[in-house]
């Protein structure tokens, strides 16, 4: 797995808001750099995820998750809140028997 700097300080989106807004671009292509990295040996849907990176960040760093509660409309948009949400460590158990769901499940998280 390639070097996740950013990415290897933040478990929930609290540890994204105290990013610096500069960070935020080098943190989406970390996110898409794990993203990818799974799903290439997991299977599963690369698009839906990496067309919405920018957005779930923003999203994510500019409201008060999860208080502020976001929908999804397709959960394989979902896998890069997936990681920004305390399941990063998780993500290679998705699409596995026990593993994470490939798409948004409320007892999942709280988010």
Not at 59 to 75: C, E, M, N, S
Request: charged letters at 25%.
């Amino acid at each position: 797995m390639n070097s996740v700097a950013l990415l290897d300080g933040i478990s929930y989106p609290r540890d994204l808001r105290r990013l610096d807004r500069d960070d935020l671009p080098s943190l989406v292509d970390e996110l898409r750099t794990r993203h990818i990295d799974v799903v290439s040996q997991k299977g599963g849907h690369f698009g839906a995820s990496l067309g919405v990176a920018e957005l779930t960040v923003a999203l994510h760093y500019a409201f008060d998750t999860p208080r502020d509660q976001i929908v999804w409309d397709t959960g394989h948009q979902a896998y890069i809140h997936k990681i920004l949400t305390g399941r990063n460590e998780q993500l290679p158990t998705i699409r596995t028997q026990g593993g994470l769901a490939p798409f948004c499940r409320r007892d999942e998280s709280e988010y």
